[in-house]
């Protein structure tokens, strides 16, 4: 029997749910970001009519304010933002419990069993009108047999659309698009892909597979099987979560970091809210990712593999500060720092040894977990390491609670988790 698989996207969904809570705001261009006055000036979402204007999420406030000069910044409410979420994943339960998650604002659901339900562009056009009604707000919702395809249709037409993509008429929908479009195809795929000529969704379809291998790895395969409608992977059952892959955190900092102290303060805060989650799940790493953000928002990403398997923050804020220090030079003025934590292994698998530079890491994971514990009772702010003392503006950062992107699972090529190739 042929999947039904729907993709449902909430259109402009964090300016969409302002929205619901102002009213002042429809039919005026907006954008959801921080507190430009902080320098956290980023933006998160925006609505159609800054779209329009040219407007691009990740961009700072004054270039929008450039671009948009109309513009209004709403700052964030992720509480709302996460009602929201749960709300709508009530209304698809209603229709399978097969609900996957890919994002506070998309979901994949799995209809094939529904049918009492009716087809599945009729149960789209059912759950399309409820979160209208029902939410205030709109959704985009696609219908395919794979997910790769349902997603290709939720964003083809917005907002408030149905759009279905069959076996029959995929060659005439999909192929014409840019190989951008295809999920997972990131900015460094697709310049690759440029480079061999390759442009639209159906020239990755035509080549070889093999010949696309030899040039991506196992990406290009994967690529490949997306275009050509081959993507089987099922739709996770509601409470089912994926497997943790990677573990980081990022910041954007008050002010431009000019100096190497300025550095360091920020990468053992961010060390240490990775390094906690990481014990919290019973994990270690065996890399940790470094990603630098400069003042006109060039960025890129360097990678280093720890002796030992760790989730101790100053292994990992030490091998990232290494990151930094081979591949920044002075002067530099920086606007963002990541720090991630990847090839994941369980703690408790771990092989024991009396070597002395393992004893020592040991303990110094035990006086870590008995921060966390102090933490827990009393606060962030409870015990802090000197080093944070010489800028309170940069360490005042509380990564327990403020973390956003650059976390988990972001670089997972599959399906379930948002992630570019």
Known sequence: MQRVILHSDMNNFYASVETVFDPSLR???????????????????????????????????????????????????????????RRAKAIYASYTDQVEAF???ECWLDVTDSRVFGTGEEIAQKIRARIREELKITASIGVSYNKVFAKLGSDMKKPDAVTAITPENYRAKVWPLP???????GRATSAGLQKYGIRTIGDIARTDAALLQSWFGKNGLTLWQ???GYEASPVRRLGEEA??????????????LVCEEDVKITLYTLAESVAARLREDGLLCSTVTLAV????????????RLPEPSCVSSAIALAALSLFRENVRPPYALRSLGVRASELSARGARQLSMLP??????????????????????????????LMFGDRSLSELNPASDHAGFGRDPQAARPGTKAAV
């Open 357 to 386: 530079e393992a004893i020592e890491a040991q303990k110094q994971e035990r006086i870590e977990t008995a921060i966390d514990s102090i933490r827990a009772r009393f606060g962030h702010a409870a015990v802090q390491r000197g």
């Open 27 to 85: 039919g005026r261009p907006i954008a959801v970001g921080g507190d430009p006055g902080r320098r956290h000036g980023i933006v998160l979402a925006k609505n159609g009519l800054a779209k329009r204007c040219g407007v691009k999420t990740g961009e700072t406030l004054w270039q929008a304010r450039q671009k948009c000069p109309d513009i209004l910044f709403v700052p964030p409410h992720f509480d709302r933002y996460l009602d929201f979420s």
């Open 243 to 256: 497997p943790i892959k990677s573990v980081g955190n990022s910041t954007t900092t008050p002010r431009d």
């Open 103 to 105: 994002g506070l604002d």
């Open 179 to 185: 190989a951008a479009d295809l999920l997972f195809v």
């Open 293 to 304: 953000r400069d003042q006109s928002l060039k960025w890129f990403e360097r990678q280093l």
């Open 226 to 228: 997306f275009a050509n």
